[in-house]
C-alpha cells in the first residue's frame, strides 16, 4: 500500500555578539543564537567627546543601524573624537590723539595666535601729515615697532580674552605722546605770537621777527609755526 512520508524543519540559527569596542558601547535588540532572517537593531552610543563613525558586522560597514541575520555576526562600531572649534576672541582698535591715521589688524583670533598690527598716519582734513605716538593695550603685552618719530606697528600673541588697543595719532612735529605741545615749542609760539608774527610766508616771519626780537628762527621752526598756527587743535595761553 501507499506509505506516507513526512518531513520536519528546523530554522537555522546563527551566533549574533558583539565584539571588542572602544571609545564608546554597543548595544544589540538581541543576541545569541538568532534565528536565519531576524533584523538586529544596533544602538552605538559614543563616549563623550566622541562621535559615532560606522556600525561593522563582521568587519563590514551597514547602512543605517539594522540588518538581517544570514549567518553568524560580530557587531562592532568605531568612534571618532570630535573636532571643536578653538573659541575666537575680538580685538578692538580705539584711535586717540588730535591726527588722522589707519590701522590693520584681523577683527578675530584664537588664543595663542600670533597677531601683526600695523599702523600709519595719514593727511588730515587741513592737509597736515600726522603720525602714530602710541600703541598701548590693558589686554596684551605687546611689541611695538617704530622709526625715527613714530610707530609703524606692534606684534602680540592673542590671548583667551578679548584684547583692546589703543593707537595715538597725532600732528607730525615736535608734539609729545600726551598731544600737548613740549615745552620750547609753546616758548616759541608765545614769542611768535607777541611779536604778531604773520605765518603765511617765511620772509614776513623774518621780517616781524627783525622788528619785534632778537631771537632768530631756523626752518624747521618757521614750518612747525606755520603748521601749528593754522590747526586749530592747537591753541595759545
Do not use: W
Not at 145 to 172: E, R
Amino acid at each position: 500500500g501507499a506509505s506516507e512520508v513526512t518531513a520536519t524543519f528546523t530554522k537555522l540559527t546563527y551566533n549574533v555578539s558583539i565584539g571588542t569596542v572602544s571609545k564608546g558601547t554597543v548595544t544589540l535588540s538581541n543576541a545569541g543564537a538568532i534565528e536565519y532572517g531576524t533584523t538586529i537593531t544596533v544602538t552605538a552610543t559614543a563616549n563623550e567627546g566622541y562621535e559615532l563613525t560606522s556600525i561593522l558586522v563582521n568587519g563590514e560597514a551597514i547602512t543605517g543601524t539594522t540588518f538581517t541575520v544570514t549567518a553568524d555576526a560580530v557587531v562592532t562600531a568605531t568612534f571618532t573624537q570630535k573636532v571643536v572649534e578653538a573659541e575666537t576672541y575680538t580685538i578692538t582698535i580705539v584711535k586717540g590723539g588730535k591726527g588722522t591715521g589707519n590701522v590693520t589688524v584681523v577683527e578675530s583670533a584664537k588664543a595663542g595666535d600670533a597677531i601683526t598690527l600695523t599702523a600709519a598716519g595719514t593727511v588730515n582734513a587741513s592737509g597736515y601729515a600726522c603720525v602714530t605716538t602710541a600703541i598701548t593695550s590693558a589686554d596684551v603685552t605687546l611689541t611695538t615697532q617704530a622709526v625715527t618719530g613714530a610707530y609703524t606697528g606692534a606684534t602680540f600673541t592673542m590671548p583667551a580674552k578679548n584684547v583692546t588697543i589703543t593707537v595715538n595719532f597725532q600732528l607730525h612735529g615736535d608734539v609729545d605722546l600726551n598731544g600737548a605741545i613740549a615745552a620750547k615749542d609753546v616758548a616759541l609760539l608765545k614769542r611768535a605770537s607777541l611779536a604778531k608774527m604773520e605765518l603765511s610766508a617765511e620772509a614776513a616771519i623774518a621780517a616781524n621777527v627783525a622788528g619785534k626780537t632778537n631771537t632768530s628762527l631756523v626752518a624747521k621752526d618757521i614750518a612747525l609755526l606755520k603748521r601749528l598756527s593754522l590747526n586749530s587743535a592747537y591753541q595759545l595761553e
